[in-house]
């Protein structure tokens, strides 16, 4: 939640209209949360399994996104020099979801927890 009140975590998922509404943002969660498990329950450098096709797909949306949001090149930075989805954005985006329950996962009743 925190990161949201930032405007490079925030601007884009505005961006992509997926958070416009509860029932969007109920989805775009989902789908993401989908797209993890994917990761963890086949291999990812298999071309024929379903976390590499999804690695893909979600690669293709934040290239998307920051295309979009960067101008006609994800590597050009925009008039005021600052560049979205960098790699940096992507850890925060990232460890807001994983973070915790890597770092902490019996605290938040992951793996081992009680």
């Known amino acids: 939640m925190l990161g949201l009140a930032q ?6 998922l505005l961006t992509t209209g997926q958070s416009a509404t509860v029932s969007r943002l109920f989805t775009r969660y989902m789908s993401t949360l989908w797209h993890v498990r994917s990761w963890f329950h086949s291999d990812p450098f298999d071309p024929r399994s379903e ?5 893909k797909v979600v690669r293709g949306l934040h290239r998307q996104t920051a295309d979009k949001l960067n101008g006609s090149s994800s590597s050009q930075a ?4 600052h560049l979205w989805l960098s790699q940096y954005a992507m850890v925060g985006a ?3 979801f994983m973070g915790l329950l890597t770092v902490f996962p019996k605290e938040v009743g992951g793996v081992g927890g009680g």
Do not use: V
């Open 51 to 55: 976390a590499f096709r999804s690695l």
């Open 94 to 96: 990232q460890f807001s």
């Open 78 to 81: 925009t008039k005021d020099d």
């Open 7 to 12: 405007t490079d975590a925030l601007l884009p």
